[in-house]
């Protein structure tokens, strides 16, 4: 049984810790914080092993994962280095890159890099991973399953990681589900019916595609009828700039991707 030490408690930590959980995964689970109450409530909810001293966590690990902010990672990279172990470690901090991670921590160390999804909690995430041309195919082969536990896993390369991560998260659908729930509470729906219908628009339709043969494009001519309802709504958001106002987000998200990288 492998041993997997999350250095940093947070949100994304305990949603792959709680991926894990359900997939009753065979690794024993570290988790180390410096926020005592983080490792409390971690070691409650999931009952993970936690470790408050960083240099005792790392000496127990057979694959680091590195779940701190990026602002954060300068500093704790700084300490890594400071333990004097070697082993896999993969980094989960957005926009950081693996030739600035491996400058910081210090050559023993063989990095990967993985980008997974709050949803992971559910079992249903999604996870892009990325390798140095160096990495094992063994080291690949145990991120890969170690994220495969939470859901589905895609390799991409580096270069394509920022725009992987601005587009892949959540985000963008809860924020749709709340626009959309809040237009129908508007037009005289109650809030949970309200929920519900916006939640089969966007949830029910996306599994549809993914799960059906048909292409986005005959979905939406399915769906939407020249001269009905769906088409004058759909009509009506284009022409309010409903594209162009994702185009800007993304384009706002690549940027501070790269203020990350700096």
């Known amino acids: 049984m492998s041993t997997v030490v999350f250095l940093g408690g947070g949100r994304i ?41 960083l240099n005792a966590a790392v000496m127990q ?4 994962v590195i779940a701190v902010r990026p602002g954060s990672v300068r500093d704790l990279l700084s300490s890594l280095n400071k333990t004097k172990r ?36 559910t079992g249903c995430g999604l996870t892009a991973v990325t390798f140095p041309r160096v990495l094992p195919m063994t ?12 859901g589905h896993v895609v390799e991409i390369p580096e270069s ?17 589900l709340e626009a959309l729930a809040q237009a129908a509470h508007g037009a005289g729906l109650d809030r949970k019916t309200a929920l519900l219908a916006s939640a089969h628009a966007l949830a029910d339709g996306i599994i549809a595609w993914r799960e059906g043969r048909d292409s986005l494009e005959a979905l939406l001519a399915e769906a939407a009828t020249p001269g009905g309802i769906a088409a004058a709504a759909a009509t009506a958001m284009e022409s309010a700039g409903y594209k162009r106002a994702v185009e800007k987000g993304v384009a706002a998200g690549l940027r501070r991707a790269r203020r990350n990288a700096e």
């Open 160 to 176: 394509k990681f920022d725009a992987f991560t601005v587009t892949y998260s959540c985000t963008h659908g809860y924020h749709a």
């Open 86 to 121: 070697a082993g896999l470690a993969v980094s989960l901090a957005a926009g950081v890159p693996l030739r600035v991670i491996g400058k910081l921590a210090g050559p023993p160390w063989r990095w990967a890099r993985a980008m997974p999804s709050p949803v992971s909690r």
């Open 13 to 53: 930590t305990s949603a792959i810790l709680a991926g894990l959980r359900r997939a009753n995964t065979k690794h024993r689970l570290v988790v180390h914080d410096r926020n005592p109450g983080k490792l409390r409530d971690l070691k409650k909810r999931y009952t993970v092993a936690v470790e408050p001293d």
């Open 61 to 64: 690990a057979d694959m680091l």
């Open 139 to 150: 080291d690949r082969n145990r991120v890969r399953d170690l994220f495969a536990a939470v």
